[in-house]
């Protein structure tokens, strides 16, 4: 005898589902990739780049396991934050400028952000307290990753520079909010390459 639900269930699992940004509709689509079908839609948030809320399921709040996203704004100076099954946003935080790509830590403690100005921000997801600004870039950071085990963040920039910074020194308490101040001090590595390069360069370290 077929088993139909045993067909479901492998399809199910063979579905990849992705988050869409919509800005000119202020919308962000969960959509199945193969077939195009949209199984949710969250709203009011023109996304420029979003990122899950990572952290352990037993955790409270916003470190729960995905269960929240995150996405920079385009031409508004703020992060929205939205949780799954709920259509409009938890809440909404201002920026010091425009940010382009977000993402969190892996244990879903902080938010990084990296600005058109060329600064990167670091704040606490708990207290929304920001705890780290510098001057990361000459021109506007365009992507940013963190290793998977957490130790360091790396930026890409319009000025064809590739930074990797220590994390630990990034969210140092004693440099907290400093403008510019310790973590430019705590450069690790500097690749400077072609622009048409650093995406590929990305996924390569990291296998995105």
């Known amino acids: ?17 992705v988050v869409a940004a919509c800005p000119k509709e202020r919308a962000l689509r969960v959509l199945d ?6 199984y949710f839609t969250f709203g009011d948030t023109a996304a420029t780049a979003l990122a899950p809320v990572a952290g352990a399921r037993a955790a409270e709040g916003l470190g729960s396991a995905g269960d929240y996203l995150v996405s920079s704004q385009v031409n508004e100076q703020a992060l929205v934050f939205h949780r799954w099954g709920k ?37 606490e997801v708990a207290s929304g307290l920001l ?14 990753a963190v290793t998977s085990d957490g ?8 000025d064809t520079i590739v930074r990797a910074w220590a994390m630990a020194d990034v969210l140092a308490a004693g440099n907290a909010s400093g403008e510019g101040s310790g973590a430019g001090k705590n450069l690790e590595i500097v690749l400077s390459v072609p622009d048409t390069w650093i995406v590929d360069l990305f996924m390569y370290l990291f296998d995105m």
């Open 1 to 17: 005898m077929h088993d139909d639900s045993l067909d479901r269930s492998n399809a199910a699992a063979a579905a990849v589902i």
């Open 33 to 38: 990739l193969a077939t195009g079908t949209t």
């Open 87 to 123: 259509t409009q946003p938890l809440f909404k935080c201002r920026t010091p400028e425009p940010m382009g790509p977000v993402l969190t830590t892996p244990d879903g403690l902080y938010v990084l952000a990296g600005g058109r100005s060329g600064k990167a921000y670091a704040w």
């Open 131 to 144: 705890v780290q600004s510098w001057d990361a870039h000459f021109k506007s950071v365009t992507c940013m």
């Open 151 to 158: 130790g360091f963040l790396i930026t890409g920039s319009e």
